[in-house]
């Protein structure tokens, strides 16, 4: 027997879910046909979401993901954090790297968890909270392949973010609602095909214990 849901409810999320997926946002009419709802119902919907800051309206009338969620999603980091943590330090003390978990905030990559390696002379310094556009690193790059689907199983770059130093991320796939990276950052010489399976293996095993 199937549990019974809230058909209003469920129509909220479908609404925020959309929104999520629209960057330019969207009018009323446009999330209607989206929904395949009717336009008046999607109107009592929206402007209960606004009361909540779960979806705000630009000065043109088109409706985007509101401030409300960030409060929402902040609740969930330390969970991710939580799970992640351990994961990171098998890996950086494996590796000898600097190893971190990086979440996408809005266009921004933010690092949520950071290990530094116990046993190391020198490694990079990587602040928790740090930022940097998706676009530049190999942690931004692994979230922006991971949300087009790319086959790629992770991304390396070289002095995209600090000069000469080396990054390479994979990203954590198939956890609803979470964009992530699980990725490495080191000054010295770089052992690809050693390291590379390695943080694949650690993203697929954050993924896995966040489902």
């Not at 509101?66 to 943590?85: C, E, F, K, Q, T």
């Not at 964009?179 to 954050?206: F, H, K, M, Y």
Request: charged fraction near 20%.
């Amino acid at each position: 027997m199937a549990a019974e849901t809230s058909q209003t409810l469920d129509r909220g999320v479908r609404v925020l879910s959309v929104l999520a997926g629209a960057p330019d946002g969207l009018t009323i009419s446009e999330l209607a046909v989206r929904l395949d709802i009717n336009r008046t119902v999607v109107y009592r919907l929206v402007s209960t979401l606004e009361q909540h800051a779960l979806v705000r309206r630009s000065a043109r009338g088109r409706l985007h993901i509101g401030l409300g969620m960030l409060h929402l999603a902040s609740a969930v980091h330390p969970l991710v954090r939580d799970v992640a943590n351990p994961l990171l330090r098998e890996l950086a003390e494996s590796v000898g790297c600097t190893a971190h978990l990086t979440v996408a905030e809005g266009d921004e990559a933010q690092a949520l968890a950071v290990v530094e390696p116990s046993w190391t002379d020198f490694h990079v310094s990587y602040r928790v909270g740090s930022r940097h556009p998706l676009t530049q690193g190999a942690a931004g790059k692994a979230i922006l392949a991971g949300r087009a689907g790319e086959s790629t199983p992770y991304v390396l770059t070289v002095g995209e973010l600090q000069t000469g130093a080396r990054g390479l991320a994979a990203p954590v796939l198939g956890v609803e609602g979470l964009e992530a990276s699980v990725g490495i950052v080191t000054l010295g010489d770089l052992d690809e095909e050693g390291v590379g399976p390695q943080v694949v293996e650690v993203a697929a095993r954050v993924a896995e214990r966040l489902r």
